[in-house]
């Protein structure tokens, strides 16, 4: 694909990975967030943290199967946004919620298990952006980077795990999004499993001139 | 037991309605969060509102009330959990629209004297009307103040006259799945019923309910009758009644069958007994921005708190 084409392409993510959190100030300006806002805050970047963080874990195996290399430029892209919105959402708890007040935060992380959970997949996801830039693969070498990076894939179940226990009562959100994560790690596990019976004797992959652009938070 | 002064003015004229729609506290609160975002004119689009044309009540002022400010009325009327509609807060609302809250019948039975079926319009004439501004508290963390119109239960009860067997009052709402598509899923255990100890159900805070802001109650909350049980978590007081019973032993009720180790048959407020997934410690008053203490029994301990004198509050949640 033409360089032209990626940078407008990544344009247009930008402006949609922002578009939930200007709509949510424009309503928070407005008086449009209903009867309890700070709620309403609360749930809308918590979702979209799970929805940029599926998103980012879907972009391997879809490149995998449409053979479309360059989707994976975008990768690290929605992995920053996926961190963004999380941290917007520990934002909204530990200000709104807590009044950052230290010793009721860390009684809740210890006590409540949806927090415990939510904690983790956020502190998960912290490394990953961190090491985001192509000086960190450098770094850390492709290998060890690679490794650091699967930690994705722990945040995601955190995450959802976290959405699940917090619901109370109506499955239905969290069961799609833990059936989409599910499909996603499965396609990993066959894809993997696929690959060792193919490449007997082991024969190293080729990198693809593709994978030298650095993801965010994902190691594909 | 009840001072009930006449008066002549409708509740909705003492606080017009008006001015609680203008959302105020929040905003201050808001533009601390939207500190680097623009804040434009804050009067500029509401979001729709489901105004419903309801009927206005006359009613007499109860000294069970509390002074606090009211919360608005577009919030009591858009933020509701009633799972009948729908899972959403924001959904009973609309799909409320064309609910049918008359004709209206709601039967009185199980271990009474004689078993009565009640008119809507001649239960509500039993006994004065009052208003009675409550706290209310959702299980969930967030609470209104909500000015009802209704009389005590207890007018019922003792007109109906219980038998000695009757030591529990089971209520049930009404099921009819063209008119609640929520009791399409199997969300709760549908109707949704629930339960009070017969003095419980006799104390003088407990409401029977037809109306909110002096006006009958819009379908959302619950039309035509519900009760209120102001020291409970808000599922306590169910809505949309067909049927009272008086029974002899704790009644099957709808989120203690659902979740018994969430929600106890009791569900009195208490900030230290935390729900086993969040702490009841703290409550968000809709409209304000700080979260306030959560008081035992909802701030009406001094009324209530006798009745269960001597129980383990933290094994009878």
Redesign the interface.
């Known amino acids: 694909m033409r360089r032209r084409w990626i940078v407008l392409l990544k344009v247009v993510v930008w402006i949609l990975c922002l578009s939930p959190v200007s709509w949510l100030a424009w309503k928070a300006t407005h008086d449009l967030l209903g009867a309890n806002p700070l709620s309403e805050i609360t749930l809308s970047t918590g979702h979209w943290t799970l929805y940029l963080l599926l998103i980012t874990l879907a972009i391997s195996p879809l490149r995998k199967i449409t053979h479309l290399n360059w989707l994976i430029r975008f990768r690290r892209l929605v992995g920053l946004f996926a961190f963004f919105y999380g941290c917007l959402h520990l934002m909204t708890y530990l200000w709104f919620d807590k009044f950052f007040d230290v010793h009721e935060i860390v009684k809740d992380i210890y006590k409540r298990p949806f927090i415990t959970a939510g904690m983790t997949a956020w502190v998960l996801m912290f490394p990953l952006a961190l090491t985001s830039t192509a000086r960190s693969i450098r770094w850390l070498g492709g290998k060890r980077w690679q490794i650091l990076h699967r930690l994705i894939y722990a945040s995601a179940i955190a995450g959802v795990v976290h959405f699940w226990w917090l619901v109370k009562r109506d499955l239905t959100r969290p069961e799609i999004m833990a059936a989409i994560l599910i499909g996603l790690l499965g396609f990993r596990i066959i894809d993997r499993l696929l690959a060792a019976r193919a490449s007997h004797p082991a024969i190293m992959r080729p990198k693809t001139s593709n994978e030298a652009e650095p993801s965010g938070v994902s190691p594909g | 037991m009840l001072i009930k002064k006449a008066s002549d003015i409708p509740s909705s004229e003492i606080t017009p309605k008006s001015i609680y729609m203008n959302?105020r506290s929040?905003?201050s609160?808001?533009a601390a969060?939207?500190a680097g975002?623009?804040?434009?004119g804050?009067e500029?689009?509401?979001?729709s509102e489901v105004v419903h044309a309801n009927t206005k009540l006359t009613t007499v002022k109860s000294q069970f009330s509390t002074t606090e400010p009211e919360t608005p009325f577009?919030?009591i009327t858009?933020?509701n959990n009633f799972?009948e509609f729908s899972?959403d807060?924001?959904g009973p609302a609309d799909l409320a629209r064309n609910f049918r809250s008359r004709p209206w019948k709601v039967k009185v039975g199980g271990a009474v004297a004689q078993k009565k079926t009640y008119e809507i319009d001649d239960l509500m004439k039993l006994a004065p009307l009052e208003e009675r501004i409550y706290r209310l508290r959702c299980v969930?963390g967030?609470s209104m103040v909500i000015p009802w119109v209704g009389f005590s239960l207890s007018n019922l009860i003792n007109q109906m006259q219980p038998t000695s067997k009757a030591k529990y009052v089971k209520f049930t709402t009404l099921m009819d799945m063209t008119q609640f598509p929520g009791q399409r899923?199997q969300?709760?255990d549908w109707p949704y019923t629930e339960g009070l100890r017969m003095d419980e159900a006799m104390h003088p805070l407990t409401l029977l309910t037809f109306g909110l802001y002096g006006e009958t109650l819009p379908n959302q909350d619950g039309a035509p009758v519900r009760i209120v049980v102001p020291w409970k978590y808000g599922f306590k007081s169910i809505k949309s009644i067909v049927s009272i019973d008086f029974v002899g032993s704790e009644p099957a009720t709808a989120w203690n069958t659902?979740?018994p180790n969430e929600y106890g048959f009791y569900s009195n407020v208490n900030p230290n007994v935390?729900h086993p997934?969040?702490?009841q410690a703290t409550e968000?008053r809709?409209?304000e921005?700080?979260?306030r203490k959560t008081l035992i029994f909802n701030g009406y301990g001094d009324q209530v708190a006798s009745m269960y004198n001597g129980m383990d509050l933290k094994k009878y949640f």
């Open positions: 959302r929040f905003l609160g808001a969060f939207a975002m623009t804040m434009l804050c500029m689009v509401k979001p577009k919030d858009n933020y799972y899972t807060k924001y969930e967030w899923s969300v709760l659902a979740a935390d997934r969040w702490s968000r809709i409209g921005f700080f979260k």
